[in-house]
T-cell receptor, first 113, second 111 residues
Framework: DAGVIQSPRHEVTEMGQEVTLRCKPI?????LFWYRQTMMRGLELLIY????????DSGMPEDRFSAKMPNASFSTLKIQPSEPRDSAVYFC???????????FGSGTRLTVV | GESVGLHLPTLSVQEGDNSIINCAYS??????FIWYKQESGKGPQFIID?????DKRQGQRVTVLLNKTVKHLSLQIAATQPGDSAVYFC??????????FGKGTSLLVTP
């Protein structure tokens, strides 16, 4: 089991550029989550998919953020245009059922300059 | 004024001692709780979970206690080791929804 796979591990981009973060959940897991971690705000839920359908995107900070899950094995989080305040570590996590712990990926450290 | 980062509570223990990390949760309807460990540069790692119909659960060297009356969760680590140094998060969930994470506690194990 390779776990939850995120790419890239690190991303440095200039303000205004589009950024796409990728996630491959664990096979057989029905739910996928995108979290953002910063020193100021800790771990924040951005969006939550169940069976590839977005359930709650109320944590997505602005319209600049969008997430998709075209199939059970892939999800993307896109920021367009990126801003310096988007700099954070973005985690993807998946779980099999509602009462399982999440398995987190290793995260993508995003720096917007 | 200047904004500051999140100052995590820090618990410092000596190697071999027992550690107790505490967490207050906010939602009285939460029915599932998890403790995660996060080492520097890594994603959070599942340690132990407990459902609201229990008040204690034990794992290998770890015990979670749940007090629903005062909405309090604790993680006990027996015989703490240097490898236990990390940030520990409690997380709560209501009815199979998404986990809501606390701010974390930094555990430092000294030799």
């Amino acid at each position: 089991d390779a776990g939850v796979i995120q790419s890239p591990r690190h991303e440095v981009t200039e303000m205004g550029q589009e950024v796409t973060l990728r996630c491959k959940p664990i096979s057989g897991h029905n739910s996928l989550f995108w979290y953002r971690q910063t020193m100021m705000r800790g771990l924040e839920l951005l969006i939550y998919f169940n069976n590839n359908v977005p359930i709650d995107d109320s944590g997505m900070p602005e319209d600049r953020f969008s997430a998709k899950m075209p199939n059970a094995s892939f999800s993307t989080l896109k920021i367009q245009p990126s801003e310096p305040r988007d700099s954070a570590v973005y985690f993807c996590a998946s779980r099999q059922t509602g009462y399982d712990g999440y398995t987190f990926g290793s995260g993508t450290r995003l720096t917007v300059v | 004024g200047e904004s500051v980062g999140l100052h995590l509570p820090t618990l410092s223990v000596q190697e071999g001692d027992n550690s107790i990390i505490n967490c207050a949760y906010s939602n009285s309807a939460s029915d599932y709780f998890i403790w995660y460990k996060q080492e520097s540069g890594k994603g959070p790692q599942f340690i132990i979970d407990i459902r609201s119909n229990m008040d204690k659960r034990q794992g290998q060297r770890v015990t979670v206690l749940l007090n629903k009356t005062v909405k309090h969760l604790s993680l006990q680590i027996a015989a703490t080791q240097p490898g236990d140094s990390a940030v520990y998060f409690c997380a709560e969930q209501n009815s199979g929804y998404a986990l809501n994470f606390g701010k974390g506690t930094s555990l430092l194990v000294t030799p």
